[in-house]
């Protein structure tokens, strides 16, 4: 029977597969699997966001322009070159769309976020995957990688789920080896939580260069996953396009308010940065005493490599974890089916994780 059919390319998408939320396991449950802060946002956000409800009736300000404001003040930008959305994901959905048509190419790394593969394919585009050197974008095989239909470069620096970054002069290198009509689209949503000084979210980058933007986002650092916040900060003729296919209303009043309430309240942020600073140091170092490989990480997530034993894989260790409420992610679908990624949580989530890792690396398999 005929019925409607997808363009080409969207039956290949894989769908993403977020973190698990725990629903179904029994007692408490800590959820470690999507790099969620345990802080929470700012109670100035929660309090924003409640006293929205009094008038949900009305449309929002199209252009978030209140909420650009107060990004601008935050980071010395020009408010007019900032686009906020629904999570930078939507950010990156309007680029794909904007910048990438059939037969046109765009190029990931191979343990790179996973939304850029499934963004490029709604295009209709290609997605080039690029091998990384020691869990690390390596900008050699990027530029090896670049054809006459490459259109968009994409780079999390921070990476999810490896956590490694790119210092500034590798960076620099990369985008100084890219023709200036291909897109380098800098996914700086862990920026936050970097403390490295050779590091740079993309700031300096967008501000001198024709080609360059820099996605961030409300959900990690300043605890706002569930209202869908997002932003951009790019070029004016970047601006100009994304504004012509944003939704009118793309952004909705509550997480204005709340994200605006957030982006003031510094000292949460601060907070938040000094737990996660504590915590996954402590994190790495009880973990790796285990005998368990835990790659370096400048975000709030680590990686950790388990053996290739009967008894000992990640899918086991996912298993056992989840049966005392501790909901990691596994990362197959990034092609790192020995690893897991756990995310920085409570001093109380973090202790039972290894409590619980030390008793399965112990057991007798
Ligand atoms: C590297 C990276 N970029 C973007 C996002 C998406 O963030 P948002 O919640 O703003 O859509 C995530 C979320 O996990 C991420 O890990």
Redesign the pocket.
Same mark, same amino acid.
């Given at each position: 029977m005929s019925r409607p059919v997808p363009k080409p390319g969207i039956l290949d998408i894989a769908p993403y597969t977020p973190g698990k939320s725990g629903a179904g396991v029994a007692g408490r449950v800590f959820k470690l699997s999507?790099?969620e802060t345990p802080l929470g946002p700012s109670p100035k956000a929660i309090a924003a966001y409640k006293a929205a409800a009094d008038h949900l009736e009305d449309y929002p300000e199209g252009s978030s322009r209140v909420l650009r404001e107060a990004i601008g003040r935050a980071y010395g930008l020009d408010p007019d070159r900032i686009i906020c959305g629904a999570? /930078?994901?939507?950010i990156?959905n309007f680029l794909a769309h904007t910048y990438l048509g059939p037969g046109d190419e765009a190029i990931h790394t191979a343990h790179g976020?996973l939304?850029y593969p499934i963004v490029t394919k709604a295009a209709g585009a290609k997605i080039v995957t690029v091998k990384e050197k020691n869990l690390r974008a390596d900008v050699d095989a990027i530029l090896a990688a670049v054809t006459p239909r490459t259109k968009i470069v994409f780079l999390?620096n921070p990476?999810?789920p490896t956590g490694s970054y790119l210092p500034v002069d590798e960076v620099k290198r990369l985008q100084a080896g890219l023709r200036p009509d291909i897109l380098f689209i800098l996914?700086a949503?862990?920026s936050e939580y970097v403390g490295k000084n050779d590091y740079e979210c993309g700031i300096e980058l967008v501000a001198t260069s024709n080609n360059v933007v820099m996605?961030r986002?409300? /959900?990690?650092i300043y605890g706002l996953?569930a209202i869908?916040?997002?932003w951009l900060y790019a070029p004016a003729h970047v601006v100009d396009v994304l504004n012509r296919i944003r939704g009118p209303f793309n952004v909705s009043i509550p997480a204005l308010k709340a994200g605006i309430a957030a982006i003031r309240d510094i000292a949460h942020v601060e907070k938040a940065r000094a737990h996660n600073d504590k915590w996954i140091a402590w994190l790495a170092e009880e973990i790796a005493r285990l005998g368990l490989h835990v790659a370096p990480s400048v975000a709030n997530f680590l990686l950790v490599r388990f053996p290739d034993e009967p008894g000992r894989t990640a899918k086991e260790a996912d298993a056992f974890l989840m049966k005392r409420g501790l909901i990691l992610r596994l990362v197959a679908s990034y092609g790192l089916p020995d690893c897991i990624r756990l995310t920085v949580g409570t001093e109380e989530a973090n202790r039972l994780v290894v409590a619980a890792l030390a008793d399965f690396m112990g057991r007798k398999s």
């Open positions: 999507a790099n999570g /930078s994901d939507e990156l976020f939304v999390a990476n999810n996914d949503a862990y996605t986002t409300f /959900s990690k996953a869908r916040l997002g």
